[in-house]
Each structure stands twice: as C-alpha cells, then as structure tokens.
C-alpha cells in the first residue's frame, strides 16, 4: 500500500548517495553559506526590538542521508503533501514536525495564482499559538535563476500579533523552474484567530521586473491549544542560579521560560544542550532552523525546543549540562568605528577588530567551535541611542570566524556599546528536572 512512498523515497536517499562531499567539507559549504546573508530576509515588526535571533534567517542544510525509515502512518500522510521530496529536510531535523504530519494537524490549502510566466502555489499551512508555517511552490516556464523574493507577507482581518518573520530571499543559484519553500511566523505571545480567511502576499523580482502575487484562502480548522506546565525550579550550574520557571508546550514548538539570578557573576548567553527526555532517554532537542531564544526582560528568556504535543511519554525530564556563558564585565564590547580601536572586549584577547566604518563593524576570532551564531544581539551609542543593526554576513577563512555588521545608519556618535548575543565560553552541570 505505501511502497509507491516508499519507493520515492529511497530513489531520493540514492541521489544524495551519489553526491561527493567528505565530511570537512561540509563543515566549510555550510559556513560559506552564510557569506551569502544578503540571500536571505529577516523580518522584524519593528515594536518587538527584543526578538533576538539570526539574521541569517534561513539556514542552508546539507543533509547526508543514511537512512530513511517511515511508519505506514506517515507514508499515507506525507504522500498527501504536493512536493513531498523538498519536506523531507524539515521532518528529519524536527521531531515535531513528523508528527504534526502523522497527526493530521498539517492543513492542505492547494491554491493558485498565474502572473504571466509564473504560478504561485500555496501548499500547505501549519498554525498553532505561537505561529503559523505556510509552505509555498513558485513555478516559472522559463529558469528561475537569478530571481529574487522582495517580500512576502501574511494578511487577516485581524491585526497580526507581534512577531518574526523569516524566509529565504533568493533563488539557489543552480534553480531551474520550480522553487518551494517556508516562510515562518513566530508569534511573541500566545495567539488565535477568531477568523481563518488569509491572504498570502508575495512579491518576486524576475528580470528587473516585480510582480506580485495575492492569493486568499480559507483555513477549515483552527488551532490546538497549548499545554503549559508550570515548573518553578531552581537550579544552580557553577554557582549561576537560574530559575525554569513554566514549559509551554505547542505543536510547532515547545517553549521554555527561564529567569536568572540578577545576583549571578555571569551572563548565561545561551543553552548548549537543552532537551527533553523521555522514559527511554529518547530525545527532542532545540530548535535548530530560526530562532532558539527570546528577550522577554532583563532577567528572562524563552527557549524554544522541538515540540513533542501530540507525544504521551510516561516520564518527561528536562536535561541540561551545558551552558554559553561569559562574566558579566565581559558582556559589553566597546568600539571606536571611526578609528577603528577596539575599546573594551572579553579578557581572554579571543575577539579581534577588523575593518571598520560608520556604516560597518567586523570582528573576528580564532575558534574551533563548531557553531554558528550571531555574535552581538543590539548596539547602543555614546548617547544611549539604539541602533539598530540589520543583517550580519557569518563565514570563515580557515581556522578563524569572522562577523559582518551593517548598521542601519551612519547617524550616531561613537563609541558603540555592542551586546553579546553568543561566545564560545562554557559552564557545565548536570540539570535535570522532572516535567510529568
């Protein structure tokens, strides 16, 4: 009954099979990816300014593929979905998402709209409280090369809640006809529409030439509603104490809200290994394409993880060993772009200054950390005015990262505090906490 699925499916998995690319390579594709930031679009509402994530917004995943094993469950469900094949990245990185597909929860929308040589398709949405995904096909009689996505947007009767939003800018370089993609909304707060009539705005630059797509539809069914269970548990990892204060759990997502001890000496910038475990030691893990993190005040965060809503595991626990953190006086870089003088940076001499501007700021530093993260979160001036800093290229050139920043305008006065956002120094512990 499923081999038809299953047959396409591993036909894929030989594809990929055939393809050369030694491990260390792959390590340099992906960081070269995003020397290509100004590929990719990421979208603000400008009245959230504390919704801290990539810039580089859509992560370019290189998968090597081992095996591909499928439930009869998710071959009937996953044979429903137009342009299965490209899906298949989002369901192996994500727990969550394989079983919002075995669930049902997925809502086929299957309309179109033709301008000229191209056809807008809307595939599919995923809606929950915390945000909506809505998976897209753009076909063209011609080569889509050198196209570009201007903007897309999302329309309602109702005003959009504050959100993110992220979606890939350009083509691939070696597209032909067809291109499919996701463009994602992160809700900062919980969120439902009374009404489910959309419209789905999409502008494209194809030959120096815009044209724009505006395609409504009709959702048949509204979300589920959100699991929260209340923790309020201290724990204390080289002496930091950090408080899990509820876990949020959403069929896209599960969040996880935190709140630090102003009193700590260190500034804890991120989880490494946040997770959840089951009975068995099974694992769902963080976020890995979009934001992993929220500013919600000075001394708390939420923490996004793979959503495990329509699991029933006996036992929940939520585990802990590593954490990104720096001391508190090392948290701030100062510098001077007009002088290009690197005033303040953490006492371990790791981060270097490149080439500055008003305009511009890099930084770059030895390291053999294997992530990829934006360095700074926000910048302030000599005046204690936000400036805002709207994309930074990420790449590296052997042994060292370096960071781009472009700032969106020239009119400050120097120097510029610069918040860490991220930086390869650790603390470890071993957190467990018991959730159900």
Not at 219 to 228: A, M, R, S
């Amino acid at each position: 009954m499923y081999e038809q699925e299953e047959e396409q499916l591993l036909k894929l998995k030989e594809e990929f099979e055939k393809i050369e690319l030694p491990l260390e390579r792959g390590d340099d594709a992906i960081l070269s990816g995003f020397m290509k930031a100004k590929r990719e679009k990421s979208l603000v509402k400008k009245k959230q300014k504390r919704f801290v994530g990539f810039a580089i917004t859509a992560i370019i995943i290189i998968s090597f593929v081992t095996s591909i094993r499928i439930s009869p469950t998710f071959a009937n469900a996953l044979s429903s979905i137009p342009g299965m094949e490209w899906m298949i990245s989002f369901i192996e990185k994500d727990k969550g998402f394989s079983a919002i597909i075995e669930n049902d929860y997925y809502q086929k929308v299957d309309v179109s709209e033709t301008r000229g040589d191209l056809t807008l398709t809307i595939d599919g949405v995923i809606m929950d409280e915390s945000g909506m995904n809505v998976f897209y096909t753009l076909k063209s009689t011609k080569p889509l090369t050198g196209g570009e996505i201007k903007y897309i947007n999302l329309l309602n009767k109702e005003e959009f809640p504050e959100h993110s939003r992220s979606y890939n800018g350009y083509f691939p370089d070696d597209i032909q006809n067809e291109f499919q993609d996701m463009v994602e909304y992160q809700f900062v707060n919980s969120f439902s529409f009374e009404e489910l009539k959309f419209s789905f705005e999409l502008v494209t630059v194809m030959d120096n030439q815009e044209i724009k797509f505006l395609i409504p539809f009709e959702l048949k069914k509204n979300v589920k509603k959100n699991i929260t269970c209340p923790i309020k548990q201290v724990v204390e990892v080289e002496k930091q104490k950090i408080t899990i204060e509820e876990i949020i759990v959403y069929p896209l997502r599960i969040g996880v809200k935190v709140a630090f001890d102003p009193t700590n000496t260190k500034e804890i910038l991120g989880f490494e290994d946040m997770r959840l475990e089951n009975e068995n030691g099974e694992v769902w893990t963080s976020i890995e394409n979009g934001t992993v993190n929220r500013t919600l005040s000075k001394h708390e965060k939420m923490y996004y993880l793979q959503s495990n809503y329509f699991e029933k595991p006996k036992e929940l626990y939520l585990r802990v060993n590593k954490l990104m953190a720096i001391d508190k006086d090392d948290a701030m870089v100062i510098v001077d772009t007009e002088t290009n003088k690197l005033i303040k940076s953490p006492k371990d001499g790791k981060l270097k200054l490149g080439e500055t501007s008003k305009a511009q700021a890099e930084f770059y530093m030895v390291s053999n950390s294997k992530n990829n993260y934006s360095i700074f979160s926000g910048a302030l001036d000599a005046k204690g005015k936000e400036l805002n800093i709207p994309s930074t290229e990420f790449y590296n050139d052997g042994d060292k990262k370096f960071w781009k920043m472009y700032f969106e305008t020239t009119e400050y006065n120097n120097p510029l505090s610069l918040e860490l956002f991220a930086y390869p120094n650790y603390i470890e512990g071993d957190v467990k906490i018991e959730v159900k």
